[in-house]
């Protein structure tokens, strides 16, 4: 199964096999590639600019649930989540630029990588750095504060792995919160450089092991536990200390995601009323490892949402063709659109959109493996459509403002397709 095919559902052997080797708590370490005389030096990356008029200020916090103990390690008392805040920024002079994975992130991302014909040890992922400036100071506001966004990754992936989309919406005005799930995330490094990293093989081999009824409720653990922690990041937002003190409109919520993260945005939206608008970027909507599959459905697709939600697609993938996105299509009373980016594969909703094709000279990736990986949409033209359309929705949905690019096709666009 391709890289393409294993982000795609929820949770896939596929995807997990890459895992083999990681434990609680250590990153297995990448052996080195090239000569053994003359090994070559792993590839660096970019991320795309930011395009709104305000520069990027960032601050990571580590939140404690003292009210839930850890559900996948039961020797955490509590549960820990680290999150990242992008916000609007009233200038970076003096602030460096923060790094897209921090050191112990990038060794798990790297260790286990499922990215189809791209070897481990061969791209520097801790070398990226985002253009959000650590610690810059808060841009001046009204005194309703700023929008607030969240967002969940894909299964076994970073929050940094959606930095570009992120930066974005706070370059435009929003404060953007980037959550990890700790022990479902690859790894995720905490500010004393304790590195954890994902459960998710293990859990996965005892359930397959088990029979199909384990994997279900594995799938619906994991979804649980992802909706779990976005409601107590929801219950923290209003008591952030320091420069964001008083920076967040609470009554302008809404959140988005790729794969299991866009699940997880309408599941959330579904369960708690503080979310008034939800985008889901191609992430399959039940309990099931097959888009066709109308079993194990989820409470979002039995019930539908009653708010405004976005559905964007990889080719081929739409309310028509993916049972779950149909289920919640046909039981929704609220705003609904579905857009489907021509040429786009399922990875094409994170930062590799831009930096795998960014591999392929030092690497020698053919177009076959970047296309398998990101499609053959160009990059640039798919981070710009994305980014517009996600911004468009959370302007019109949070902030009450308009541009119409969400009514029909635009020229602007072509390779954004609207699926009646």
């Known amino acids: 199964m391709s890289a393409s095919a294993s982000r795609r559902v929820f949770l896939s052997t596929a995807a997990l096999a890459g895992f083999a080797g990681l434990t609680c708590g250590n990153v297995a370490a990448a052996a080195p590639a090239g000569s053994p005389h003359r090994p070559a030096p792993p ?39 680290m999150v990242g805040v992008r916000y609007p920024a009233r200038h970076v002079a003096g602030h460096p630029r923060a790094p897209q994975m921090l050191p112990g992130a990038a060794a ?30 808060v841009a001046r506001h009204d005194p309703r504060g700023f929008p607030v966004v969240l967002y969940s990754p894909g299964a076994g992936d970073p929050r940094t792995l959606g930095t570009t989309l992120c930066d974005d919406l706070a370059s435009r005005g929003y404060v953007v919160v980037m959550i990890d799930h700790t022990y479902d995330a690859t790894a ?48 923290q937002l209003g008591r952030l200390s320091g420069e964001l003190r008083g920076t967040l409109d609470l009554t302008a919520v809404g959140m988005f995601g790729q794969s299991a993260g866009g699940f997880t945005a309408a599941q959330t939206m579904h369960d708690d009323p503080r979310l008034k608008a939800a985008a889901d970027l191609d992430g399959v909507m039940g ?78 990736l053919s177009r076959e493996t970047v296309a398998a990986n990101v499609g053959t949409v160009d990059p640039r033209r798919s981070v710009t459509a ?22 029909g096709p635009s020229a602007r666009f072509p390779e954004v397709r609207f699926v009646p």
């Open 287 to 364: 309990y099931t490892q097959r888009d066709d599959d109308p079993s194990e459905p989820s409470s979002v697709g039995t019930d539908g949402v009653d708010r405004p939600l976005l559905l964007m697609g990889k080719q081929g993938d739409n309310h028509r063709t993916v049972a779950s996105w149909n289920a919640v299509w046909q039981h929704s009373t609220g705003w609904l659109k579905d857009l489907t980016l021509t040429g786009a594969e399922h990875a094409s909703y994170t930062d590799l959109q831009s930096q795998i094709p960014q591999l392929a000279g030092p690497l020698g």
């Open 108 to 137: 798990g991302f790297d260790a286990v990588n499922n990215l189809t014909d791209i070897p481990r040890g061969r791209a520097d992922w801790a070398a990226t750095r985002s253009h959000a400036r650590t610690n810059a100071p």
């Open 188 to 235: 995720v490094e905490f500010p004393d450089g304790r590195v954890e990293t994902t459960v998710l093989p293990s859990e996965f081999d005892k359930a397959s092991r088990a029979g199909k009824a384990q994997v279900t409720a594995l799938l619906k653990k994991t979804l649980a536990v992802r909706v779990a922690d976005t409601r107590f990041v929801l219950d």
């Open 386 to 407: 994305q980014e517009a359309y996600i911004a468009a929705f959370f302007d019109r949905w949070l902030r009450g403002q308009d541009n119409h690019l969400l009514d």
């Open 43 to 81: 590839a660096r990356m970019s991320l795309p600019a930011p395009t709104g008029p305000y520069p990027v200020g960032t601050v990571s916090l580590h939140l404690t649930d003292r009210g839930r103990p850890d559900p996948w390690v039961g020797s955490r008392p509590h549960r820990e989540l």
